[in-house]
């Protein structure tokens, strides 16, 4: 399945975080790229790139002017995570049939055309929360409850550890000796 | 099982989103609390006990001046989410025997005692992310899956909708008379 997030909305001074936070969550758990709307944003572009550069995979962040052309021709099934949705977990079995996904996380206002255009809109939860850790959990969900063991051209893969921290650069990225082995 | 966190160094200008997303998620996955250290920030308090206040429940926030004190008297156990540590769905198991479990989330410098306190190190995937998502899945899967059903005391309550948005007050809040019949 490919997923594909769009992030409405944006806001540089309010957002940046919370949009950085949902483009690493969609890309460390496997979605492909990220579209958002609301203010052109380079540093939270810039940041993402930065992280996908590193540690590897496809990901890719693009800036929309408006939702509605991108929406009009995506080929593919739309979920539209909002608290006020039906509970997500009752059409889980659905979202995993679809070839391509779109999953759509709101800003303060979401225009009321985008819970029409969604297949489903649905709510992790029934409860105000977040769209970082709502996006999460469907991801979660979506991909089978595993994360993604690889991601190709990484610079750098952590080595999971007990306590403490450790990094190497793995093989296939360059000259650098790999240090210790790949556990991912 | 009760379930508190512990937010490492908040700053208030960079993190004060982020912070609020952590305690909104922790409380919408039923959490009672949570603790933070770093830069006091009533706004974000604020922010965290008005929707406390209004959507129900007993969810509270607390600063700490430094965080070694308490996690000395802390009578319970200990995971600290890290991109560095083992997976965790490996240990969920022994995280779900826990009567008391503290979920720590750190800031951008987590000190070394925090690792060797913890009792478990766990990474949500291997791959820099999002402390929001991390802890949302994680209490996604303490909670075996669920979401609280019910928040005593709530002022406000959301109707699940396939399209649109729907609350109403419950009718133990008060006075004014209950908009529909709640499905949550």
């Not at 009752?90 to 759509?104: D, E, M, N, T, Y």
């Not at 979401?110 to 255009?117: A, D, G, K, L, S």
Request: with cysteine; glycine share 10%.
């Amino acid at each position: 399945m490919a997923i594909t997030i769009l992030r409405l909305g944006h806001r540089i001074f309010r957002d940046q975080r919370i949009t950085t936070h949902c483009g690493l969550t969609a890309r460390a758990l496997g979605a492909k790229e990220m579209y958002y709307t609301g203010e052109h944003d380079l540093g939270m572009e810039q940041s993402l790139e930065k992280a996908a550069a590193a540690w590897g995979g496809h990901f890719r962040v693009r800036y929309l002017e408006a939702p509605g052309p991108f929406l009009r021709t995506f080929h593919g099934k739309v979920v539209h995570l909002t608290a006020y949705g039906l509970p997500f977990q009752g059409k889980l079995a659905q979202l995993r049939r679809a070839r391509s996904l779109l999953v759509i996380v709101g800003g303060e206002k979401v225009p009321p055309e985008i819970y029409q255009r969604a297949d489903w809109n649905l709510a992790v939860g029934s409860q105000p929360h977040s769209e970082v850790a709502a996006l999460g959990i469907v991801l979660y969900e979506l991909t089978g409850r595993r994360f993604p063991a690889r991601f190709t051209r990484a610079k750098l893969r952590i080595v999971p550890q007990a306590r403490g921290k450790r990094m190497e650069q793995p093989r296939s990225s360059g000259p650098a000796p790999a240090r210790g082995k790949a556990r991912l």
